[in-house]
């Protein structure tokens, strides 16, 4: 079973980043390690982890319960929001699990991370992790990151020159409707994850499939027993709209617009090859929830199992390493990150307009 990036070491010939390895000691990478170890800030955080999904677990659990007392009304509506967040919430959880940020036993990882993905939110686990490793190895490469292949969107002028038919007609416009597509990526998520399990093992399938199925059928009797099937399914699309929403919202400002490197160039260190792929957004305590910790987005590419609630300690080093070595490093608002992103989606399209 894969799991996310979990290792700082010196990347491997492939791209991915070896367990076992330590960065080369000229690496510009190796005296930020240093120091970042010496603090400490690569020690779990296990006790302040299980505080954080306890209180998610019980909001989320009396979330539920008022949807179970407000019963079959339209009223109903509102708790969508708050279970969105919720969802989005144990989303994060997953994602650190998966980075084994939590724990660094691997079973336990597991464990939580199917229970929050699989069981809580109809996310297949695996295949997040799978594409997640991708992603993390090579950032916006576009031959080996997953999230700028093509799909829905394209990233590149080259990608969008390809385009025919419907999809051209979207991608011209695929700035304008970044954010309305958004409201289907919770549904999304589930189907890609259904899709996965062709590809995984035939242990890991039944296992991953019978919590995912558990998960819809628990879904559905919630609904249903509380609710009419038309309430229901408005309830749902809602929900899954809002949840879609939040979630590409934390991840959107993490890379799009930022360098891409080119596939036929010189070979990026890994310091280089996390920094310049990757934009912060500076904010407080509400930043940092809302986005999940993922607003530190450089800290959290060059220490992948580093724990949310060291990233915020992490980044004052980080910035000064950089500018000891004049390494840009990029840190916008949570409104300019959009505006970049939705700007580099209208370039790409721009040839097709």
């Known amino acids: 079973m894969p ?22 000691p000229g690496s510009d990478f190796a005296p930020l390690l240093k120091t970042v170890r010496s ?3 690569l020690e779990r955080r296990p006790g302040r982890y299980a505080l954080a999904i306890a209180a998610d677990l019980a909001a989320l659990g009396a979330t539920v319960a008022a949807v179970v007392l407000v019963g079959d009304t339209w009223w109903n509506l509102f708790l969508a929001l708050p ?3 919720l969802w989005t919430r144990t989303a994060f959880v997953g994602h650190d699990a998966g980075h084994s940020q939590i724990t660094g036993d691997r079973r336990a990882a597991r464990i939580l991370g199917l229970v929050h993905a699989n069981l809580l939110l109809g996310m297949n686990e695996a295949w997040w992790n799978d594409k997640h490793v991708r992603h993390h190895a090579n950032p916006n490469h576009i031959e080996k990151d997953p999230d700028v292949g093509v ?7 080259k990608q969008a020159a390809q385009r ?3 999809a051209r007609l979207l991608t011209r416009n695929q700035a304008r409707l970044f954010f309305p597509m958004l409201l289907l990526e919770g ?5 890609y994850g259904f899709q996965f399990l062709r ?15 558990l998960h819809l059928a628990l879904y559905a009797t919630l609904l249903l027993t509380t609710m009419s099937v038309g309430r229901a399914v408005v309830f749902a699309l809602v929900h899954h709209a809002l949840f879609g929403l939040h979630l590409g919202m934390a991840f959107a400002p993490n890379h799009k617009g930022m360098e891409m490197p080119d596939p036929d160039g010189d070979r990026w260190g890994h310091l280089q090859r996390q920094v310049l792929t990757s934009r912060n957004v500076r904010g407080a305590v509400l930043t940092d929830w809302f986005l999940g910790g993922l607003n530190y987005q450089i800290e959290h590419h060059l220490f992948p199992s580093m724990p949310r609630p060291h990233l915020r300690l992490a980044q004052p080093l980080v910035k000064a390493h950089c500018a000891a070595i004049g390494m840009p490093y990029t840190e916008t608002g949570l409104t300019e990150s959009y505006r970049q992103a939705l700007r580099h989606m209208h370039e790409v399209g721009e040839p097709l307009r």
């Open 39 to 41: 603090q400490g800030l």
């Open 83 to 85: 279970l969105a967040v």
């Open 187 to 191: 549904i999304a998520l589930k189907v």
């Open 151 to 157: 799909g829905a969107l394209v990233w590149t002028q």
């Open 199 to 213: 590809r995984q093992p035939a242990r890991e399938r039944a296992l991953s499939g019978l919590l995912l199925g």
């Open 164 to 166: 025919e038919g419907l």
């Open 3 to 24: 799991q996310a990036v979990t290792t700082v070491g010196q990347p491997s010939g492939d791209g991915m980043e070896s367990p076992g390895r330590s960065p080369a």
